[in-house]
């Protein structure tokens, strides 16, 4: 784990890095969004714009020339590239190295934003560029949300944080953790 993060607003981000070969983003990329497709919410999550996306069905991950493609469907469907390898280009336009290096992921890393007290309120994985920029952001499900009602909740269910415990255990390494011991939502304003 890096050390927190420290927020404009008081509150922080702790996050937790994995490693960025083609093969480990390809493989957490699948379990994302081919196993666990209906538990989570992605896209650019920047300060000012927040996307919020989801798929509707189960959509299926391919690669190319270091892109992985994520897409639902036929050619015509809703999808998005993320650069996770070596990217070259082709014989006609080859990618000058300094673009390809731009263009892929340079890091990668499970996270948690805490508020100003220290509570844990959202739990969720990113990526960003070569140069640092946000590239996606995959938000898991919240034990404060009830999914049906997408609504803050009285009472946490933490069992809703298996999925995030799972994966960033598997792909960090460091071992799952009890759930957090307090019963007080998250300061969100």
């Known amino acids: 784990m890096t050390p927190a993060q420290a927020n404009l607003d008081g509150t922080s981000t702790e996050y937790f890095d994995i490693e960025c070969s083609e093969a480990a983003l390809l493989a957490l990329l ?10 989570v919410i992605f896209g650019p999550c920047i300060e000012g714009a927040v996307f919020e996306g989801r798929f509707g069905e189960k959509p299926m991950i391919s690669l190319l020339d270091g892109y992985a493609t994520v897409q639902v469907g036929g050619s015509e469907s809703w999808h998005f590239h993320l650069c996770i390898g070596p990217h070259r280009g082709s014989s006609s336009l080859p990618t000058p190295p300094e673009l390809a290096e731009w263009r892929r992921c340079a890091r990668a890393a499970f996270f948690r934003n805490l508020d100003r007290g220290g509570r844990a309120g959202s739990w969720g994985f990113r990526m960003w560029n070569g140069r640092g920029e946000q590239m996606l952001t995959v938000f898991f499900p919240n034990p404060w949300i009830d999914p049906a ?13 298996e999925l995030w415990m799972t994966l960033r255990e598997r792909f960090t390494g460091l071992p799952g953790e009890p759930p957090p011991a307090h019963a007080e939502p998250p300061v969100t304003h």
């Not at 969004?33 to 538990?39: G, I, K, Q, T, V």
């Not at 009602?149 to 944080?161: C, G, K, N």
């Open 30 to 39: 699948r379990e994302m969004f081919e196993a666990h497709w209906r538990d």
């Open 149 to 161: 009602r997408q609504r803050y909740v009285a009472e946490p269910a933490w069992s809703r944080l």
